[in-house]
């Protein structure tokens, strides 16, 4: 089996040479590390700490985040690149989807200078993380009702409330919570977020028994008038929806980089598989029955690929209306081409499909949390329903 990821000449025409270099470096750590590594350390029970360590060290952690802060300075399109590329390798960081992309983005964009000074430096160079936690387990979908309040006690917050599947917890430094304040009683969502240091007081959490083969842990969190001090509000009380925003479409583009480069791992595998696997006379791959699917999984990850990256470079460009768009349409297509990839590469492989040797099954389950997470591939059809055509709502 080689773990190279099929090359893209689509790619070459419309990312920057810096961009389409940091492609090719990232890919060349992914390949050293590859997927015995993942599924090693998984089965370890551990994390991927050396990969998340050196990807820190190349600057791959932190590339969306400010130079001042010991960042890259480049964008959303550049840390969706080293996503997509370690996935591709075998090894999909979930952390980067809530550390750098959500956590790193909102901090920057409307922390305060104490925050930025504390948080970034460590998130750009992986020396630290931040989980995010927004579902509740009453609200699900529907964020409009998420219940987690935040109430003044002097100058610092007591936090109540619970949350359901947040990832990686346990190897977070803190989380960034969503609540909403007490006085808010109208109805209307006036979201706060708040970091709340892994160890505080009240801050319990407890892991989620997942089906799903990662080094990620989903918890259960209980917050029990959890004592913050004033800081841990991140920027105004006033723009918490703004700010959330803010966070939600680098989310979108990240699992829409996950799922792609899950899809294209998988893909990979199967090709090899079939080009060399023969039962008659011809590799299986010479049969059309085969290679179309496969042909097609390709040209669906490569749509949803060109989605992504116009995601991303509208929210680069400061559009957040226009990324908002882009960014929900790009997680949706990604998510069903890599569903599609993954499902057809270990249907390619026959029995050895559902091998633990090829390690393509324990795939199936992972590629359908992009299908769910952050947001169900039903709310993003809700959601192009109503803003894109304009057509009436039905809740
Ligand atoms: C592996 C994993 C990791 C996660 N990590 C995080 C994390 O780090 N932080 C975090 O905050 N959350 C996280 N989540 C939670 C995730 O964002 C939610 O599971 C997701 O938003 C769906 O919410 P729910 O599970 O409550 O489903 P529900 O809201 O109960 O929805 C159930 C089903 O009903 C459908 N549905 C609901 N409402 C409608 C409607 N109006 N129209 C049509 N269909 C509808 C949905 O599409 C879905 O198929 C994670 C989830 C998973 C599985």
């Known amino acids: 089996m080689t773990e190279a990821p099929p090359t893209s000449a689509g790619q070459a025409l419309l990312e920057t040479t810096e961009q389409r270099d940091l492609r090719a470096a990232v890919a060349a750590l992914g390949a050293r590390y590859g997927r015995a590594y993942f599924q090693r350390v ?18 791959y952690l932190g590339v969306n985040l400010p130079e001042r802060y010991g960042g890259g300075g480049r964008g959303v399109t550049e840390l969706a690149i080293v996503l997509e590329e370690l996935g591709a390798a075998g090894c999909p960081l979930l952390m980067l989807v809530v550390s750098p ?4 983005t909102v901090i920057s964009r409307f922390g305060t200078d104490e925050q930025r000074a504390r948080w970034l430096p460590g998130l750009a160079d992986g020396s630290r993380k931040m989980a995010f936690g927004i579902t509740e387990p009453d609200a699900g979908s529907n964020s409009h009702r998420i219940t987690t309040t935040a109430r003044r006690d002097g100058t610092d917050w007591l936090l109540t409330g619970r949350k359901v599947f947040i990832s990686g917890v346990d190897i977070a430094d803190a989380t960034l919570i969503v609540g909403r304040t007490e006085d808010s009683r109208t109805g209307r969502l006036k979201p706060c977020l708040f970091i709340v240091d892994r160890d505080t007081p009240g801050f319990e959490r407890r892991p989620i028994p997942m089906e799903l083969q990662a080094p990620e842990k989903q918890f259960e969190l209980v917050l029990d008038d959890v004592r913050l001090p004033a800081d841990a509000l991140v920027g105004e009380e006033d723009a918490g929806l703004l700010q959330l925003f ?60 060109l989605m992504t990256r116009k995601a991303a470079q509208l929210y680069d460009a400061g559009d957040d209306v226009g990324a908002g768009e882009a960014a929900n349409m790009a997680k949706y297509a990604a998510a069903e081409a890599g569903l599609k990839a993954v499902d057809q590469a270990v249907h390619t492989l026959g029995g050895n499909g559902l091998t633990t040797e090829y390690g ?36």
């Open 101 to 104: 992309a959500i956590c790193g």
């Open 246 to 305: 803010a966070g939600l479409n680098p989310e979108r583009i990240m699992t829409a980089a996950f799922a792609l480069g899950m899809g294209r791992y998988a893909l990979g595998q199967a090709v090899d598989y079939a080009r060399t696997r023969t039962v008659w006379k011809q590799p299986i791959g010479a049969h059309q029955a085969v290679a179309h699917p496969l042909a097609q999984a390709h040209i669906e990850l490569e749509l949803a690929g």
């Open 42 to 59: 998984t089965a370890e029970g551990k994390h991927t700490d050396e990969l998340w360590g050196e990807a820190g060290k190349l600057g």
């Open 360 to 395: 393509l099954a324990a795939l199936l389950n992972a590629a359908r949390v992009a299908r769910i997470a952050p947001v169900s591939r039903e709310m993003i059809l809700n959601y192009v329903s109503h803003s894109s055509l304009g057509l009436p709502k039905s809740y």
